[in-house]
């Protein structure tokens, strides 16, 4: 079987996956003051947890990109 190249969509769902993370992290970070009666974070933290659901949105467009090459690649071969 022949190694093939990443394709765009492979590094848009990596890059959904980093995205993600740096967001989920941001929302233990930004919940753990309220959960402790701490000072809470500057509005800047929270909009870093925004970050989750913009890498979710990055992994998803980057997956049907994947299956639509896919299919081409399919039908090109048939």
Not at 61 to 69: D, E, F, H, K
Request: charged share 15%; net charge positive; no cysteine.
């Amino acid at each position: 079987m022949s190694s093939q190249r990443a394709d765009r969509g492979d590094t848009y769902v990596r890059a959904g996956a980093i995205v993600f993370a740096v967001g989920a992290v941001a929302t233990l970070v930004t919940f753990v003051p309220l959960f402790f009666h701490l000072t809470p974070l500057p509005t800047a933290a929270y909009w870093l947890s925004m970050l989750m659901p913009l890498g979710f949105l990055l992994a998803l467009v980057g997956m049907l990109s994947s299956a639509r090459s896919q299919r081409r690649r399919a039908a090109a071969t048939d």
